[in-house]
């Protein structure tokens, strides 16, 4: 079985904080990506990835950098977080075939 | 930018109603997925359309992808309270690039 794990289920952290959320796959997929989960907006892609070191921007990159150093995981970066950062982030991996994405079970970070 | 909305936001049905949830596309797709999200889990895959007018049924499920391939539906068949949660649609508009839908969340009421 896929596993996608994410570092945290639950964050709290403070307006300005540098934030940073783990993403790690162990299927070896050379795609991954960064979405964010808010109520009536479905899922918006953030940031994504499709080999070590390259990245590529989604549709709501600012604010969030992100980093591929290792194959397995993708990290998302909040810089500076602010209150409107606040949401459900869920990250995805798919494999070669471009099939089916397989999704950790979210992070649900709260900026106070 | 490129946009999935889906329609309608919200449904509620009696189990034993059917169900259908459209997804709708500003431009034209490479294939079409569809994922189910439980309450408190995260989407998990149910399904992929890749021809134009392609039809797949799983069980009491029916996914139609239009013929011009920007938009798809979902159908249920009399159902059931396992069949709670958000539904949402995924185009794939690039080589990497998924775009999901705003989602539908269905509650049967039993």
């Known amino acids: 079985d896929v596993k996608v794990t994410q570092s945290s289920r639950y964050l709290v952290k403070r307006t300005g904080e540098k934030v940073f959320l783990e993403c790690v796959q162990d299927?070896?997929?050379?795609?991954m990506f960064w979405y964010r989960q808010d109520p009536g907006l479905g899922l918006r892609l953030i940031y994504f990835s499709y080999d070590v070191k390259m990245k590529e921007k989604g549709d709501i990159p600012e604010g969030y950098s992100v980093s591929r150093e290792k194959k397995e995981r993708f990290s998302l970066i909040l810089e500076s977080a602010s209150t409107n950062q606040t949401s459900m982030y869920l990250c995805a991996s798919i494999g070669p075939m471009n099939t089916e994405a397989f999704f950790g079970q979210g992070t649900r970070l709260t900026v106070v | 930018g490129q946009q999935v909305m889906q329609i309608p936001q919200y449904q509620h049905v009696q189990e034993g109603e059917d169900f259908t949830t459209y997804c709708n596309s500003s431009?034209?797709?490479?294939?079409i997925q569809w994922y189910k999200q439980r309450p408190g889990g995260h989407p998990v895959f149910l399904i992929q359309?890749?021809?134009?007018?392609e039809v797949k049924k799983q069980k009491r499920l029916t996914f139609q992808f239009g013929e011009a391939k920007k938009n798809s539906s979902l159908h249920i068949t009399a159902t059931q309270t396992t069949d709670v949660g958000t539904y949402f649609c995924?185009?794939?508009?690039?080589?990497?690039?998924?775009?999901f839908g705003t989602g539908t969340r269905l509650k049967v009421l039993a």
């Open positions: 431009t034209t797709l490479s294939n």
């Open positions: 359309l890749v021809k134009s007018g």
């Open positions: 299927m070896d997929h050379e795609n």
């Open positions: 995924a185009g794939r508009t690039g080589t990497y690039k998924y775009i």
